[in-house]
């Protein structure tokens, strides 16, 4: 299958989307400034979501601990999505090609439909819509269903950052400390926090953790420019603060995943999900909207 991009330019922005590999992004970049990771080459013609900008986690985020959970009755038994994994990741919707719907030189709509399956029992529709705004990129992100039945969901961008020569500034409450594969234990408040919350170069961290008690608000910077990234839930027509944050600093990777997320990872299998952000959606919409709102850095004047 030959997979093509489409590209967007407004406002100073140049975005370029690949609905085919799994509605990612491939680029965004600001008056020639990237504000993400630029795509891996070959990532687009082959379809490999983790090689891009960004990629959307729906109807789920993180994993579901053996693919294995019950909800209003339905037994899943999903299986692991990505090679060398036990547990599916991410959802469903970076490993399917997506749909446009609409498209202009500052906009882009795209959509997919999914009737249910082994990789997730109940129907749904999920859509990415892309918005190049004076003064900011918004992604919103959504996901409805289409079932009878009841169902869990959680939902998030999966945004890679160039780490190289960044600094990253966040206000959270906690971290949740994790086991063997990534999975949440209990919450702490390490120096981590501290840190974060006065900025710190992110090659200084190494985490893969979800923070609790954000403020919805993250800086980043580099030595000539910079963002602030902002997120916000809606469910149907009533919005809420977004209040988790998963963060990725793997050492020497030259990137960093800054993942604003309506739930905590490895939710759907604790005692109580709906604590940790799960949304049992009944003929409903949860959305998460994400703003990354660049700006230019001014050195000293002389």
Same mark, same amino acid.
């Given at each position: 299958m030959t997979v093509h991009s489409i590209s967007l330019s407004a406002h100073g922005f140049e975005l370029e989307v690949a609905p085919e590999a =799994?509605?990612? #992004?491939? =680029?965004l970049s600001w008056y020639g400034y990237p504000l993400l990771r630029p795509a891996i080459e070959g990532a687009v013609a082959s379809a490999?979501?983790? =090689?891009?900008s960004c990629f959307p986690m729906t109807p789920y985020v993180s994993r579901i601990v053996d693919g294995v959970f019950t909800w209003g009755g339905v037994r899943t038994a999903i299986p692991p999505n990505m090679a060398g994994g036990s547990h599916p990741l991410h959802g469903i919707g970076w490993r399917n090609p997506w749909r446009v719907l609409a498209h202009s030189d *500052?906009?882009?709509? #795209?959509e997919l439909h999914h009737f249910g399956d082994i990789s997730w029992p109940w129907a749904f529709i999920t859509r990415q819509l892309f918005h190049l705004l004076p003064d900011a990129f918004e992604l919103t992100l959504s996901v409805e269903s289409l079932d009878p039945r009841p169902f869990p969901a959680s939902l998030g961008p999966h945004p890679y950052f160039v780490s190289d020569a960044?600094?990253?500034?966040?206000?959270?409450? *906690?971290?949740?400390?994790?086991t063997g594969e990534a999975l949440p234990s209990h919450t702490a408040r390490p120096p981590a926090i501290d840190q974060l919350y006065r900025s710190v170069k992110v090659t200084e961290l190494d985490l893969d953790h979800c923070f609790e008690g954000w403020n919805g608000r993250a800086q980043i910077d580099w030595p000539s420019h910079g963002?602030?990234?902002?997120?916000?839930?809606w469910v149907d027509e009533t919005p809420s603060p977004c209040t988790r944050?998963?963060?990725?600093?793997?050492?020497r990777a030259g990137?960093?995943?800054?993942e604003p997320v309506t739930a905590r990872a490895v939710a759907f299998t604790t005692s109580n999900p709906k604590e940790l952000g799960v949304i049992e959606l009944e003929q409903q919409k949860l959305s998460i %909207? &994400?703003?990354? %709102?660049?700006?230019?850095? %001014? =050195?000293? &004047?002389?």
């Open positions: =799994g509605g990612g #992004i491939a =680029g490999d979501p983790l =090689g891009l *500052s906009f882009l709509e #795209i960044a600094t990253l500034q966040i206000c959270a409450e *906690s971290l949740w400390e994790t963002l602030i990234l902002e997120a916000n839930l944050l998963q963060l990725y600093t793997p050492p990137f960093f995943c800054l %909207v &994400t703003r990354i %709102v660049p700006f230019m850095k %001014v =050195g000293p &004047t002389t």
